[in-house]
Protein backbone atom coordinates (compact mmCIF):
# COMPACT_ATOMS: atom_id res chain seq x y z
CA UNK A 1 0.00 0.00 0.00
CA UNK A 2 0.77 3.65 -0.61
CA UNK A 3 0.13 6.80 0.79
CA UNK A 4 -0.03 9.71 -1.21
CA UNK A 5 0.16 13.51 1.16
CA UNK A 6 -0.51 16.49 -0.47
CA UNK A 7 0.13 20.55 -0.18
CA UNK A 8 1.16 23.63 -1.85
CA UNK A 9 -2.06 24.60 -3.26
CA UNK A 10 -4.22 28.28 -2.63
CA UNK A 11 -4.59 31.44 -4.46
CA UNK A 12 -3.01 33.47 -6.47
CA UNK A 13 -3.33 35.69 -9.09
CA UNK A 14 -2.48 35.11 -12.63
CA UNK A 15 0.63 35.54 -13.33
CA UNK A 16 1.74 34.30 -10.00
CA UNK A 17 3.20 30.92 -8.93
CA UNK A 18 2.36 28.06 -6.72
CA UNK A 19 4.64 25.25 -5.49
CA UNK A 20 2.98 21.50 -5.02
CA UNK A 21 4.15 18.99 -2.80
CA UNK A 22 3.25 15.40 -2.42
CA UNK A 23 5.26 12.59 -0.27
CA UNK A 24 4.75 9.01 -0.82
CA UNK A 25 4.69 6.74 2.25
CA UNK A 26 4.12 3.13 2.80
CA UNK A 27 5.58 0.32 -0.04
CA UNK A 28 7.17 3.75 -1.98
CA UNK A 29 9.68 0.51 -3.29
CA UNK A 30 6.83 -0.07 -5.62
CA UNK A 31 6.87 2.87 -6.94
CA UNK A 32 7.76 3.65 -10.26
CA UNK A 33 5.58 6.78 -11.77
CA UNK A 34 4.70 9.86 -9.88
CA UNK A 35 2.55 12.54 -11.53
CA UNK A 36 0.23 15.15 -11.47
CA UNK A 37 -3.05 15.50 -12.55
CA UNK A 38 -6.60 18.04 -12.24
CA UNK A 39 -9.91 18.04 -12.21
CA UNK A 40 -12.70 20.70 -12.15
CA UNK A 41 -16.62 20.50 -12.47
CA UNK A 42 -16.69 21.00 -15.69
CA UNK A 43 -13.73 18.67 -17.48
CA UNK A 44 -12.68 15.14 -16.73
CA UNK A 45 -9.34 14.52 -14.78
CA UNK A 46 -6.29 15.41 -16.64
CA UNK A 47 -2.93 14.58 -16.66
CA UNK A 48 -0.80 18.03 -15.75
CA UNK A 49 2.69 16.59 -15.31
CA UNK A 50 4.21 13.10 -14.54
CA UNK A 51 8.06 11.59 -13.81
CA UNK A 52 8.98 8.41 -14.05
CA UNK A 53 11.64 6.50 -11.69
CA UNK A 54 14.91 7.25 -14.35
CA UNK A 55 14.13 11.32 -14.43
CA UNK A 56 12.02 11.31 -17.66
CA UNK A 57 9.19 13.72 -18.01
CA UNK A 58 6.10 14.22 -19.58
CA UNK A 59 3.67 17.63 -19.61
CA UNK A 60 0.30 18.54 -21.24
CA UNK A 61 0.78 20.93 -23.76
CA UNK A 62 -1.08 23.47 -21.72
CA UNK A 63 1.76 23.53 -19.14
CA UNK A 64 4.59 23.46 -21.40
CA UNK A 65 7.36 26.46 -20.60
CA UNK A 66 5.34 26.86 -17.04
CA UNK A 67 5.04 23.70 -14.83
CA UNK A 68 8.00 21.67 -13.56
CA UNK A 69 7.85 18.57 -12.39
CA UNK A 70 10.65 17.17 -9.94
CA UNK A 71 11.29 14.06 -8.09
CA UNK A 72 13.47 14.03 -4.77
CA UNK A 73 14.29 12.65 -1.57
CA UNK A 74 15.17 8.72 -2.83
CA UNK A 75 12.09 9.34 -5.45
CA UNK A 76 9.36 9.82 -2.62
CA UNK A 77 8.62 13.25 -2.57
CA UNK A 78 7.07 15.09 -5.90
CA UNK A 79 7.60 18.51 -6.79
CA UNK A 80 5.26 20.63 -9.44
CA UNK A 81 6.85 23.91 -9.38
CA UNK A 82 3.39 26.16 -11.52
CA UNK A 83 4.76 29.67 -13.24
CA UNK A 84 2.96 32.16 -15.14
CA UNK A 85 -0.45 30.29 -13.93
CA UNK A 86 -3.95 31.25 -15.73
CA UNK A 87 -7.32 31.35 -14.42
CA UNK A 88 -7.52 28.09 -16.78
CA UNK A 89 -5.27 26.31 -14.32
CA UNK A 90 -7.52 26.32 -11.48
CA UNK A 91 -8.50 22.97 -10.58
CA UNK A 92 -8.47 20.50 -8.06
CA UNK A 93 -4.97 19.04 -8.49
CA UNK A 94 -4.00 15.35 -7.38
CA UNK A 95 -0.83 13.35 -6.34
CA UNK A 96 -0.78 9.90 -8.55
CA UNK A 97 1.58 7.25 -8.11
CA UNK A 98 1.90 4.13 -10.24
CA UNK A 99 3.62 0.99 -9.12
CA UNK A 100 5.31 -1.42 -11.21
CA UNK A 101 3.16 -3.88 -11.35
CA UNK A 102 0.54 -0.68 -12.44
CA UNK A 103 -1.64 -0.19 -9.67
CA UNK A 104 -2.83 3.20 -9.10
CA UNK A 105 -2.70 5.71 -5.68
CA UNK A 106 -3.97 8.76 -5.24
CA UNK A 107 -3.75 11.80 -2.96
CA UNK A 108 -6.79 13.69 -1.18
CA UNK A 109 -6.55 16.61 -3.60
CA UNK A 110 -5.48 20.30 -3.54
CA UNK A 111 -7.60 23.10 -4.50
CA UNK A 112 -5.30 25.40 -6.97
CA UNK A 113 -7.19 28.75 -7.31
CA UNK A 114 -5.99 31.66 -10.29
CA UNK A 115 -7.97 34.65 -9.92
CA UNK A 116 -7.46 36.85 -13.39
Known amino acids: QVQLVESGGGLVQAGGSLRLFCAAE????????MGWYRQTPTKQRELVAQVNSRGLTNYTDSVKGRFTISRENAKTTVYLQMNSLKPEDTAVYYC??????????WGQGTQVTVSS
Open 96 to 105: RAVTWGLTSY
Open 26 to 33: GDIRTINV
